[in-house]
């Protein structure tokens, strides 16, 4: 198991090496502020096939899992050898699957700055997250696949994994031009919640290659699409502005908006 989960590593990070290669480096000379600055169209936004490859690799490998009891065999031969060693359940994924977006958030208070500042990232980060959830929820209850712990049939794709490996590649790409190093770390911290989903008892190897597949998916649609939600929430007003920040109440942690016209 130890060598499936370090070639996935070595695989994207290999992967990601390439593509920071070929990607044009361009300065950011945004600033960290909360208002609403000029969009730099460069390759940050850009459309390229070429990142479509590792997270539609994933998501193939995992559906087709669903359907081939050859494959499946994978999921419980990994899973037979985690009952071997009794692994310990303890509850990290819960945390480490933000870890890596809190990571940036966190360098950039200290002044590591990323390549958007806090408006920017938080609406490419929101909308990473949104995408995850509504590729994951409706797949999981279409997919009917019951957990290893066989607590519901919720298993198909995992959630967790997906927000992880989604908080993993918007560390990358806010980072891949200035620290490559830096940028890649938080694919360790994805990994990690993965391969705690299975030793937890919750998830098939499946469930966890194409969550991660659909989070390094979702936060590239995120990139993409943030020149037309820029534009969205900017309009034609040049007077407007736009207010992002973190709130916390009843127990609930979110990101609101607020638009001024």
Request: proline share 3%; charged share 15%; hydrophobic share 40%.
């Given at each position: 198991?130890?060598?499936?989960?370090?070639?996935?590593?070595?695989?994207?990070?290999?992967?990601?090496?390439?593509?920071?290669?070929?990607?044009?480096?361009?300065?950011?000379?945004?600033?960290?502020?909360?208002?609403?600055?000029?969009?730099?169209?460069?390759?940050?936004?850009?459309?390229?096939?070429?990142?479509?490859?590792?997270?539609?690799?994933?998501?193939?490998?995992?559906?087709?899992?669903?359907?081939?009891?050859?494959?499946?065999?994978?999921?419980?031969?990994?899973?037979?050898?985690?009952?071997?060693?009794?692994?310990?359940?303890?509850?990290?994924d819960n945390y480490?699957?933000?870890?890596?977006?809190?990571?940036?958030?966190?360098?950039?208070?200290?002044?590591?700055?990323?390549?958007?500042?806090?408006?920017?990232?938080?609406?490419?980060?929101?909308?990473?997250?949104?995408?995850?959830?509504?590729?994951?929820?409706?797949?999981?209850?279409?997919?009917?696949?019951?957990?290893?712990?066989?607590?519901?049939?919720?298993s198909f794709p995992?959630?967790?994994?997906?927000?992880?490996?989604?908080?993993?590649?918007?560390?990358?790409?806010?980072?891949?031009?200035?620290?490559?190093?830096?940028?890649?770390?938080?694919?360790?911290?994805?990994?990690?919640?993965?391969?705690?989903?299975?030793?937890?008892?919750?998830?098939?190897?499946?469930?966890?290659?194409?969550?991660?597949?659909?989070?390094?998916?979702?936060?590239?649609?995120?990139?993409?699409?943030?020149?037309?939600?820029?534009?969205?929430?900017?309009?034609?007003?040049?007077?407007?502005?736009?207010?992002?920040?973190?709130?916390?109440?009843?127990?609930?942690?979110?990101?609101?908006?607020?638009?001024?016209?």
């Open positions: 198991m130890k060598l499936i989960f370090s070639s996935l590593l070595i695989i994207l990070l290999s992967s990601q090496n390439v593509f920071a290669q070929d990607s044009l480096s361009v300065k950011n000379n945004l600033t960290d502020s909360i208002s609403t600055p000029e969009l730099h169209m460069d390759s940050t936004h850009q459309f390229s096939y070429k990142k479509l490859i590792i997270p539609a690799a994933f998501i193939t490998y995992g559906v087709a899992t669903l359907k081939f009891d050859k494959l499946k065999q994978l999921n419980f031969s990994t899973r037979t050898e985690i009952n071997e060693h009794q692994p310990d359940h303890i509850r990290l480490t699957q933000f870890a890596p977006a809190a990571l940036v958030y966190g360098l950039n208070a200290f002044g590591v700055e990323g390549k958007h500042n806090f408006r920017d990232r938080s609406i490419i980060y929101g909308t990473s997250l949104l995408l995850a959830s509504a590729v994951v929820m409706p797949t999981k209850h279409l997919a009917k696949e019951e957990r290893p712990d066989q607590s519901n049939n919720l995992s959630g967790h994994t997906a927000f992880a490996f989604a908080s993993a590649q918007f560390m990358y790409r806010e980072y891949k031009d200035t620290n490559f190093w830096l940028g890649v770390s938080g694919y360790s911290l994805a990994v990690f919640t993965g391969v705690y989903r299975m030793l937890n008892d919750k998830h098939w190897f499946s469930d966890v290659v194409a969550g991660a597949g659909i989070g390094i998916l979702s936060t590239e649609a995120s990139y993409w699409l943030y020149p037309k939600i820029n534009k969205l929430l900017t309009g034609k007003n040049k007077n407007s502005s736009t207010m992002i920040m973190p709130f916390y109440q009843n127990k609930t942690a979110g990101i609101g908006l607020v638009k001024n016209f």
